[in-house]
């Protein structure tokens, strides 16, 4: 007797599995997926088990100072920004490795992310161009057998992660992460040596081709900060980090009702020069905190949730602004980081500016004034543990404020060279691709090839 599903039930939310076919694990979304990903490989494949052996790491003691600032590389999920890993946020010592659980991995290591909310929607895998050590929400895979070479591997999950993601991912939980079980389970295709190395021949040219294209992009961009400087007048001081530049006196008229801080107090002002009016910041704008969001509040939609790095860490149902919006990071590493929003953001960890008048003073010219002095906004941190930049902080900035026909002229000129550097990053991305649909047709059936 055969089966269907009602036309009046939600196309793609109800599907039809056989008893033999949910016996592996009884996870809608897993079987969903089971049932309509192929990646039948034109080569003969191995259980992922039977070609490698695995090790996870562990995190030193950060109550313990002696553990960290060493030179040891310490690899966590928020290291991985590219296949190829040279670089790490945090490094630790001799020390810290032998008092820890964490494991130093060898150059040219295969390094997986397994525990992690990122899971919910990237795959991420690095090759470590140097040795480093890893935490332990990573797993370092070493290939057991002269057939598979590690770049290889590398590649081939970095080419396939977004089809073996809902297969090897537990769902229902808090935090993602791997089902070690259904992982070690994956069939990798075992092509020969030559056909291996096409492939990682394929994928070292068009990361050339995205490295050169990001460089000039990130030129383009750091000429839109000496342009800005220039057209408005503002002058950066030069860091005096000496020891008579550190000794100084100030009067208690400075201190009070500020902060008693300091690096602060002796913080050399940006020189806005004469150019145009110079105006206090608070007399411009609106300053707001952003809303508490708690991760029981979230619930995932369209809208990018800002708090307090660099990129938004997941997103949300509702917005707490509709666009046209300054956002600047209030903690962590990068409290300072100034980003501006032309469309919808949900603001939590974030003072949030407006102008008052964008007749007189457009907020996106404010924007681009406080993105060029990005690292002075940097120097306003306080705390050590956990590093703030409060609305306080903000409100005396000095802006020169030009007629709104200038600042639109301005506007102009930084928007044609941001463009561009746009169009360079999304040609190098497309060159990626590129690469990717060149290993699947390589390696895949005909029939699993994605159209």
Same mark, same amino acid.
């Given at each position: 007797?055969?089966?269907?599903?009602?036309?009046?039930?939600?196309?793609?939310?109800?599907? =039809?599995?056989?008893?033999?076919?949910?016996?592996?694990?009884?996870?809608?979304?897993?079987?969903?997926?089971?049932?309509?990903?192929?990646?039948?490989?034109?080569? !003969?494949?191995?259980?992922?088990?039977?070609?490698?052996?695995? %090790?996870?790491?562990?995190?030193?003691?950060?109550?313990?100072?002696?553990?960290?600032?060493?030179?040891?590389?310490?690899?966590?999920?928020?290291?991985?920004?590219?296949?190829?890993?040279?670089?790490?946020?945090?490094?630790?010592?001799?020390?810290?490795?032998?008092?820890?659980?964490?494991?130093?991995?060898?150059?040219?290591?295969?390094?997986?992310?397994? #525990?992690?909310?990122?899971?919910?929607?990237?795959?991420?895998?690095?090759? @470590? !161009?140097?040795?480093?050590?890893? *935490?332990?929400?990573?797993?370092? =895979?070493?290939?057991?057998?002269?057939?598979? =070479?590690?770049?290889?591997?590398?590649?081939?999950?970095?080419? %396939?992660?977004?089809? /073996? /993601?809902?297969?090897?991912?537990?769902?229902?939980?808090?935090?993602?992460?791997?089902?070690?079980?259904?992982?070690?389970?994956?069939?990798?295709?075992?092509?020969?040596?030559?056909?291996?190395?096409?492939?990682?021949?394929?994928?070292?040219?068009?990361?050339?081709?995205?490295?050169?294209?990001?460089?000039?992009?990130?030129?383009?961009?750091?000429?839109?900060?000496?342009?800005?400087? *220039?057209?408005?007048?503002? &002058?950066?001081?030069?860091?005096?980090?000496?020891? &008579?530049? !550190?000794? %100084?006196?100030? +009067?208690?008229?400075?201190?009070?009702? +500020?902060?008693?801080?300091?690096?602060?107090?002796?913080?050399?002002?940006?020189?806005?020069?004469?150019?145009?009016?110079?105006? *206090?910041?608070?007399? =411009?704008?609106?300053?707001? $905190?952003?809303?508490?969001?708690?991760? $029981?509040?979230?619930?995932?939609?369209?809208?990018?949730?800002?708090?307090?790095?660099?990129?938004?860490?997941?997103?949300? @149902?509702?917005?707490?602004?509709?666009?046209?919006?300054?956002?600047?990071?209030?903690?962590?590493?990068?409290?300072?980081?100034?980003?501006?929003?032309? +469309?919808?953001? %949900?603001?939590?960890?974030?003072?949030?500016?407006?102008?008052?008048?964008?007749? !007189?003073?457009?907020?996106?010219?404010?924007?681009?004034?406080?993105?060029?002095?990005?690292?002075?906004?940097?120097?306003?941190?306080?705390?050590?543990?956990?590093?703030?930049?409060?609305?306080?902080?903000?409100?005396?900035?000095?802006?020169? /404020?030009?007629?709104?026909? $200038?600042?639109?002229?301005?506007?102009?000129?930084? #928007?044609?060279? $941001?463009?561009?550097?746009?169009?360079?990053?999304?040609?190098?991305?497309? +060159?990626?691709?590129?690469?990717?649909?060149?290993?699947?047709?390589?390696?895949?059936?005909?029939?699993?090839?994605?159209?």
């Amino acid at each position: 007797m055969e089966s269907s599903i009602s036309s009046t039930l939600p196309s793609g939310k109800m599907f =039809l599995a056989t008893s033999s076919q949910i016996h592996e694990r009884y996870d809608p979304y897993y079987i969903f997926h089971k049932l309509n990903t192929s990646l039948e490989s034109k080569y !003969r494949s191995e259980r992922l088990s039977s070609l490698v052996n695995t %090790f996870s790491g562990g995190t030193p003691s950060k109550s313990n100072p002696s553990y960290w600032d060493g030179d040891i590389p310490w690899i966590s999920p928020k290291d991985f920004n590219g296949f190829n890993l040279f670089e790490t946020e945090d490094k630790i010592t001799e020390e810290g490795v032998k008092n820890s659980s964490t494991k130093v991995a060898p150059k040219n290591s295969i390094v997986i992310v397994v #525990r992690s909310g990122v899971l919910a929607h990237t795959f991420p895998v690095c090759i @470590n !161009r140097v040795p480093a050590a890893i *935490n332990q929400d990573l797993k370092v =895979l070493t290939p057991t057998t002269e057939e598979l =070479l590690p770049e290889f591997l590398g590649y081939y999950f970095f080419t %396939f992660g977004e089809k /073996l /993601l809902p297969l090897v991912t537990k769902h229902g939980t808090t935090v993602h992460s791997i089902n070690t079980e259904q992982f070690e389970r994956l069939q990798i295709p075992v092509p020969p040596i030559h056909i291996q190395e096409k492939v990682i021949s394929i994928y070292q040219e068009h990361f050339e081709t995205k490295a050169q294209k990001e460089a000039k992009a990130e030129q383009l961009l750091k000429s839109i900060d000496e342009y800005l400087l *220039n057209e408005l007048g503002i &002058t950066i001081p030069e860091e005096d980090n000496s020891l &008579t530049n !550190r000794i %100084f006196t100030t +009067s208690f008229q400075n201190i009070a009702g +500020s902060r008693f801080d300091p690096k602060f107090l002796h913080y050399d002002k940006i020189n806005v020069g004469n150019k145009f009016p110079v105006i *206090n910041l608070k007399e =411009l704008v609106t300053i707001n $905190k952003g809303q508490s969001l708690t991760s $029981k509040e979230v619930e995932d939609g369209p809208y990018p949730v800002i708090a307090g790095g660099q990129s938004s860490p997941y997103t949300h @149902n509702e917005f707490t602004h509709s666009g046209n919006i300054i956002t600047v990071s209030a903690s962590g590493a990068y409290a300072g980081y100034v980003w501006y929003h032309s +469309s919808p953001i %949900f603001a939590t960890d974030c003072s949030v500016i407006n102008s008052d008048n964008e007749s !007189r003073c457009l907020t996106e010219f404010i924007y681009w004034v406080l993105k060029s002095i990005q690292q002075e906004l940097y120097k306003l941190q306080q705390g050590a543990a956990q590093p703030h930049v409060y609305p306080d902080d903000l409100k005396n900035i000095e802006i020169p /404020l030009p007629e709104l026909e $200038k600042q639109e002229k301005i506007l102009a000129q930084v #928007r044609m060279k $941001k463009q561009a550097a746009e169009g360079l990053r999304k040609e190098a991305k497309q +060159s990626v691709e590129e690469a990717r649909r060149q290993v699947e047709e390589m390696i895949l059936e005909e029939d699993s090839v994605a159209v």
